[in-house]
């Protein structure tokens, strides 16, 4: 008798530890489904930019405009890529304007340069001696980049926005594993 009790507490504590454990795997997703649901504000940030950035669809009218080559098609050392970025170095006065952003950048395709998104930038010491805390545009909040980095200039905050190529990881995040640098 002492051993069908102890078999039943058991089968009771493994059918509590299941029970919990699928409460605790359905919980995430409703949680992304939220999130999901809860996108208007990076929906809006993402047309806002499109708006923004229509006419430099086309470089030459990015590059009319004060937009100019900065480095090479940037790849990620373990995944995506954020292209080539064209930046207007008029544009970099410690401000945040979602019209006018630092940087376009484009990924090369067909001999051509096709518009991804935004990257809007600014310096870090010039944002915080005005401000009590990183720049936000539209709910979203920048990320800090600290000196030493890969530019070797001081540390920043940026925010990139793939409002003309989708990121299968977000909208806001630095790499785009659908953006390729191959194809220059």
């Not at 009218?61 to 954020?82: E, F, I, K, P, R």
């Not at 630092?102 to 010491?125: H, R, W």
Request: charged share 10%; with cysteine.
């Amino acid at each position: 008798m002492t051993m069908s009790i102890s078999i039943r507490k058991l089968l009771g504590v493994i059918s509590r530890v299941v029970l919990l454990t699928s409460l605790v795997s359905v919980v995430p997703m409703f949680a992304v489904g939220q999130t999901k649901a809860q996108d208007h504000p990076a929906s809006t940030l993402v047309q806002m930019v499109r708006q923004a950035t229509a006419q430099y669809k086309d470089v030459n009218n990015a590059v009319s405009a004060g937009y100019a080559q900065l480095l090479g098609c940037m790849a990620g050392t373990d995944h995506g890529s954020m292209g080539i970025h064209y930046l207007n170095s008029a544009l970099n006065d410690g401000t945040i304007d979602v019209n006018h952003p630092q940087a376009l950048m484009y990924e090369p395709f067909d001999g051509k340069l096709q518009l991804t998104g935004a990257e809007y930038i600014v310096d870090a010491a010039t944002w915080l001696a005005a401000n009590p805390g990183p720049p936000v545009l539209e709910n979203q909040t920048f990320l800090y980049v600290p000196a030493p980095n890969r530019f070797n200039i001081p540390a920043f905050f940026e925010l990139h926005v793939w409002a003309w190529k989708d990121n299968p990881q977000g909208a806001f995040v630095d790499w785009n594993n659908a953006v390729n640098c191959d194809h220059q």
